[in-house]
């Protein structure tokens, strides 16, 4: 059956409430309570002197109520006595200073004294709790970015990443290209990580740059590690997770995720939709990419419930059938288990106005009523859980693209994301499953690849999407693909899409930038749409234009060309139109492919499906504002705003 779980902070409430708290969570049918991420002040109030024994008795009486344990490490917010007698734990910041306490998230995940003092209450708690039957899994830390920090360890440890990967600095200075602006490193204690309050990361070296993020994220990487093997020497079994989030400093989430068991996310879709019919809303992306950190199902740990404050002001209330439609979604998605953030609202310190499911007043209330009919819909689905998402169309990620791009904004408005949700949004609308894949995975089994902004080139990828297309697939390559080597540095003597060239048939001539105008193209089969922000002016060289420019001087060059490649196609993208152009387009791609679709899906409704063993299961989400009405195969299917269906196989509406 799915999990629903609730966040709770026993910590927080006297314990007068903790009984009554729990039976009702018990009496809701809720399976997992998750607590203690936060509360390393309450297990070790001073130095050395650990305190489980409230932990014991929350424990304790959540199991006998039928539930078990989600148990954080509570090492994203350390003890003040920590920080103030061992300042050195501390976070420092782009402007070279050690982060103030008194907020979270401000402790060096490299420092030797913050490991030294983390590794102990993690292993306090590993000793006490691991292989208990109550614990049902760990999560590490919270929301862990990757560490962009400054401190002294981090410098150090810097510079020894370097060393390792380059051994000399003659090999270092080449790979980086240091003879520009005179940057030739002459000794390694000149390298330090180049944040700066003052200027743009645009100004900085981009190789150098590209370093420093890998650097960032293998530290998240190994710290993760670091705790997992801690709980792993008590517990070989555990199931040991953390809940991404997406932050400034994205990790890479797939190395990150590579020890843990099963990847979980932290769900806070919008609460109030843009007005703009183009804009990328939809969570529907983020919970297939937090899917592809270990292709298979996840777990969601923080569910929206209720309205958010503390890093806002405080949202609008949650509309009606939202708590109930966005969980819904998350499971549409391949969430196994959804826990929500939090159980009653806090009357104390800065999120005291993030709403949980219960307010201030501590009444029944309707969010409640609502978790309470997901609780009764899903208990009605019980083979769900044996249940995933088949795909015929791949997605590729990197985080080396995510990391290359962050810092060389190649055109007001693009960014590696946005392509990537512009396609995605495409497939969600025509009702198609999609898998985002890491760099490299096998591609067997798809039909259609799409591959959004390759900046950086790996051969490995130019290679599967060869063999892919010439075996009879379809690769959807967009601009500014093939421009980098591995370096970080660009490819000398070559015609974009670089690599790519052969397979996609085309060459780019001139690229024009336009930023945040707008012109339009015009397909072969004569719509036209409106873009944005690049223009590729495309010369053939085998493929066929599928779309042309319609304005500028380059008016009736190739902006999207179609090639035939072996017994497959590829098709190169080179702008960014709105999202219309991606459905048709994609349509195109997947009638030629014969992918399964919906064509008749309303812009916002989107269409997933999971199947096992018995049967598929299809969820059709109204992720509008607006009452939506549609017809699949001669049946008429209305949606109200947030709505999730759920249809059993060709029969049943559950
Ligand atoms: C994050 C954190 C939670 C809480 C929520 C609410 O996801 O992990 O501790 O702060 O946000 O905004
Ligand atoms: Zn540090």
Known sequence: ?????????????????????????????????????????????????????????????????????????????????????????????????????????????????????????????????????????????????????????????????????????????????????????????????????????????????????????????????????????????????????????????????????????????????????????????????????????????????????????????????????????????????????????????????????????????????ELAHLCRRLEAIPDLDQTTLNSQVAMLYSAEQEFALKNSTQSKGFAYWTQMRLLHDACMNLGVNVDILPEGHSLDGYKVVLIPTHFITNPEVVRQAEAFAAAGGTVVLTNRSGVKDQNGNCILGQSLPGAFRTLCGCSVQEYDAIGEANQRLRTIHGETHSITSWCDILELEGAKAWATYEGRFYQGSPAITRNRYGKGYAYYLGTVGEKGLYRTLLTEVFREQGVDMLEMLPQGVEVTARSGSGGTYRFYFNNTTARKIFRINGESIALAPFEMKIKQGEGQWL
């Open 1 to 369: 059956m799915i999990k629903i779980g609730i966040d709770y902070y026993p910590e927080h409430w006297d314990k007068s409430m903790w009984q009554e708290d729990i039976r009702q969570m018990a009496a809701l049918g809720i399976h997992t309570v998750r607590i203690a991420e936060f509360a390393w002040g309450r297990m070790e109030p001073e130095e050395g002197r650990f305190d489980f024994g409230w932990l014991d008795e929350a424990v304790d009486m959540i199991a006998r109520a039928g539930m078990k344990v989600i148990l954080g490490t509570p090492t994203n917010s350390g003890p003040v006595w920590l920080y103030t007698d061992h300042p050195d734990t501390l976070q420092w910041d782009r402007t070279g200073k050690p982060t103030d306490f008194g907020i979270r998230g401000h402790r060096c995940l490299v420092s030797p004294t913050f490991r030294r003092y983390a590794g102990r209450i993690v292993e306090e708690l590993a000793k006490r709790y691991a292989g208990r039957p109550e614990v049902f899994a760990w999560q590490l830390d919270n929301e862990m970015e990757s560490n962009h920090c400054t401190c002294p360890a981090c410098t150090r440890a810097f510079r020894d990443y370097l060393q390792k990967k380059y051994g000399t600095l003659e090999r270092l200075n080449r790979a980086w290209g240091s003879d520009v602006w005179s940057g030739q490193i002459s000794h390694w204690d000149q390298i330090k990580p180049l944040l700066s309050p003052d200027c743009s990361p645009n100004w900085f070296n981009p190789a150098y740059m590209l370093d420093y993020e890998r650097f960032c994220a293998a530290s998240t990487a190994d710290y993760v590690r670091f705790q997992c093997g801690i709980i792993r020497r008590y517990d070989p079994e555990a199931v040991i997770t953390t809940n991404s989030c997406f932050g400034a400093n994205l990790p890479d989430f797939h190395q990150e995720f590579a020890p843990l068991n099963v990847a979980a996310y932290d769900n806070y879709p919008p609460l109030v939709l843009p007005k703009d019919p183009e804009a990328l809303y939809s969570n529907a992306f983020a919970l297939d990419f937090i899917r592809s950190f270990k292709q298979r199902n996840f777990w969601i740990l923080e569910q929206l419930g209720g309205p958010m404050g503390c890093w806002s002001p405080i949202t609008p209330a949650m509309e009606p059938g939202m708590l109930e439609g966005y969980a819904l979604q998350a499971v549409a998605h391949g969430a196994d288990l959804l826990s929500f953030f939090r159980w009653r609202t806090s009357i104390s310190g800065a999120e005291m106005f993030c709403h949980g499911i219960l307010d201030h007043s501590n009444q029944p209330n309707r969010r409640l009523r």
